[in-house]
């Protein structure tokens, strides 16, 4: 049974920092591997896809890798900013496409 | 679009009542998710369909849920009878062929009194 960890489970930076949030799964037949944003009392928001072929994606001040062989996706924030303040989630997929996700890291960037 | 629908944003019920959540996916997915989040154990998938179809309900707690999803525009969730440890929130996502991005629905908040 896939099981999904992040570590930290908090983290609170000053603005300006760059910083690296953790994810680690159990079995490496994933599909895909999700990072999600969730701000309190909402939805959650898709930040970054990657599939199993692929290393890393970007978007703006995100980056997110994969590998896949020791079962971890790192995910980059650069320069943060207060706006980047909620929970990030990662999910992977895997046999029976269902989401199996993460038990989050919550992040607060101080002004 | 619009995104993913999902009514009512609010919900309290007394234990015992018949609940109802309803869930509108973005047009042209043909994968639905029904989640559950709770602060004890995190976002748990329920059950999801494939072209209306369900593929795996493994996740729904027990026989008193119950989903459908009647054609490729609407889903419902169902709890009979609702109890106190249901209370938590619902959320819905849909997807293009169940390998790509899920985009969520803003959620049900359900609390059983």
């Known amino acids: 049974k896939q099981e999904v960890t992040q570590i930290p489970a908090a983290l609170s930076v000053p603005e300006g920092e760059n910083l690296v949030l953790n994810c680690s799964f159990t079995?490496?037949?994933?599909?895909?591997l999700q990072w999600f944003r969730q701000d309190p009392g909402k939805g959650l928001t898709s930040l970054l896809l990657?599939?199993?072929?692929?290393r890393e994606q970007t978007s703006g001040r995100l980056n997110a890798s994969l590998d896949k062989s020791s079962g971890r996706s790192t995910l980059y924030i650069a320069a943060s900013q207060p706006g980047d303040s909620a929970t990030y989630l990662c999910?992977?997929?895997?046999?029976?496409?269902?989401?199996?996700f993460g038990p989050g890291t919550r992040l607060s960037v101080l002004p | 679009d619009a995104g993913v629908i999902q009514s009512p944003r609010h919900e309290v019920t007394e234990m015992g009542q018949e609940v109802t959540l309803r869930c509108k996916p973005i047009?042209?997915?043909?994968?639905l998710f029904w989640y559950r989040q709770t602060m004890m154990r995190g976002l748990e998938l329920l059950i999801y369909?494939?072209?209306?179809?369900?593929?795996?309900d493994s996740g729904m707690p027990e026989d008193r849920f119950s989903a459908k999803m009647p054609n490729a525009s609407f889903s419902t969730l169902k709890i009979q009878p609702s109890e106190p440890r249901d209370s938590a929130v619902y959320f819905c996502?849909?997807?293009?062929?169940?390998?790509?991005?899920?985009?969520f629905g803003p959620g049900t908040r359900l609390t059983v009194t």
């Open positions: 996502a849909s997807s293009f062929l169940g390998l790509y991005e899920q985009y």
């Open positions: 999910a992977v997929t895997g046999h029976g496409q269902n989401f199996v």
């Open positions: 047009s042209g997915h043909d994968y």
């Open positions: 079995d490496s037949a994933i599909y895909n």
């Open positions: 990657i599939q199993s072929s692929q």
């Open positions: 369909f494939n072209n209306n179809v369900p593929i795996d």
